[in-house]
């Protein structure tokens, strides 16, 4: 990259943080962040502080420490102005994803860490785990906003509470209470409504569903195959005669209800003409298809317990490939009042797969899984400039299109910036970024 090349990316850099930055209040803090950004940036094996301080001329770590560690600027405000230029930059959005990811630690020491599933290596091991909301279009996806996961041992020890210096309002909050928080908050920053897809740990859960359904949001989320449905509307079961005394009763007895059915027998019960094939993107293989049916069913949640839940009508979308002798993924769905095809169902519930690929890149180009601190506010800090990063990394994408046409920033002429131009030798965004 010549002087010229890397003159415009700074540049560009500068235009693209403008009055993101804003929140953080005084220059300084500015000038940290966009020097903590181009140590993101730039290549290198790790991205923690040390490492990306020796890579560039004026950085000091401990001003980059104070700056993500203690410096109290808002995170929020900053996230919400992140995904305000997200939603115009990424047009023709498809869905918004839900999911989580894990940080490995060999401490013990880092806020949130626990025993618990890991992921990233696909076991029980020492971990953080995160909850993100994330913006997608057919192309690309970019994060939003993040909850880091408390187990109850680091909110009921006094001890470990002060050691991550977890604030005091911080009360323990389940991975989908943390997702509905995530969805609330995008809500008040009147992010443009989309369908909500997540994988069988939000989407076995009744009561995130249910308050999908309040917040009127569509969805289409994966859930296990042991859940249990019925394939009439149990709504509409009529009530026994009263009896002369006693309360007259509201709801049906069990041995009223219809047959509470798992999914593996409602797949293998749907005749013939109920499977299509369907091809719903092209993959790096050639045309993903399969083999799908769907079918309207009620969530028997609780049934057995004589709960009385509000029940709803949803879509039940299987999959079940040729030559496979049973299915292979399930989903719940609704999509609002329009009438559903099966295609349209499709093209929703695997569009989560793009949320891996955030994760990855940013795991293995921007160092999120780098962060070297131990406190609450720092992790949450590290998390926003990463995903700063990675918008930034999008809209360089976007441009280097060859039917690019929106107007992300001009580089004939000096943007003012958060920080002065450091002069920093970024490669060029390779493709497949």
């Known amino acids: 990259m010549n002087a010229n090349q890397m003159a415009s990316l700074d540049r560009r850099l500068n235009g693209f943080l403008g009055d993101l930055l804003t929140p953080m209040g005084r220059s300084e803090r500015r000038h940290w962040a966009k020097v903590y950004l181009q140590g993101l940036l730039l290549d290198g094996e790790r991205k923690s502080i040390e490492p990306m301080s020796e890579r560039i001329e004026g950085a000091e770590v401990q001003a980059l420490r104070q700056f993500v560690g203690q410096s109290p600027w808002a995170v929020e405000e900053v996230q919400r102005r992140m995904a ?7 047009t023709e959005p498809e869905v918004w994803m839900i999911d989580e990811t894990s940080f490995p630690k060999a401490g013990e020491a880092s ?64 991975k989908t209470e943390l997702a509905l928080e995530l969805i609330d908050q995008a809500l008040q920053w009147e992010v443009p409504r989309l369908p909500v897809v997540a994988d069988s740990a939000y989407g076995n859960d009744f009561d995130f569903r249910a308050a999908l359904r309040e917040r009127g949001l569509a969805y289409g989320v994966a859930v296990e195959p042991n859940l249990k449905v019925w394939l009439e509307d149990p709504n509409e079961i009529k009530l026994p005669a009263p009896k002369r005394t006693g309360r007259p009763r509201q709801f049906p007895p069990l041995s009223a209800l219809p047959a509470a059915l798992d999914l593996l027998t409602v797949a293998r019960q749907l005749p013939a003409r109920a499977w299509q094939t369907v091809t719903w993107r092209q993959g790096t293989k050639g045309p993903m298809r399969s083999r799908f049916a769907k079918v309207k069913v009620w969530a028997a949640h609780g049934w057995k317990r004589q709960e009385h839940p509000v029940r709803t009508a949803e879509w039940l979308l299987i999959e079940w490939p040729d030559g496979q002798e049973r299915p292979t993924d399930y989903w719940l769905a609704q999509l609002g009042n329009q009438p559903v095809g099966l295609r349209r169902l499709v093209r929703t519930v695997r569009a989560r797969w793009r949320v891996e690929l955030d994760y990855r890149e940013m795991k293995e180009e921007l160092g999120l899984d780098h962060y070297e601190g131990r406190h609450w506010l720092g992790w949450h800090h590290h998390v926003t400039l990463v995903s700063l990063a990675f918008a930034f990394l999008r809209s360089e994408q976007i441009r280097s299109k060859k039917n690019f046409w929106l107007d992300l920033a001009d580089d004939s002429a000096a943007v003012t910036g958060p920080a002065d131009s450091l002069g920093w030798p970024v490669p060029l965004v390779p493709d497949d970024l």
């Open 111 to 174: 806020v949130g860490v626990a025993r618990q599933y890991c992921g990233a290596l696909g076991k029980v091991a020492n971990c953080q785990v995160a909850v993100s909301l994330h913006w997608s279009t057919a192309q690309m996806s970019c994060p939003l906003s993040w909850r880091l996961y408390l187990p109850r041992l680091w909110l009921e020890d006094a001890q470990r509470r002060a050691l991550g210096k977890i604030p005091e309002n911080q009360a323990y909050r389940s």
């Open 84 to 90: 305000e230029k997200i939603t115009d930059l990424l």
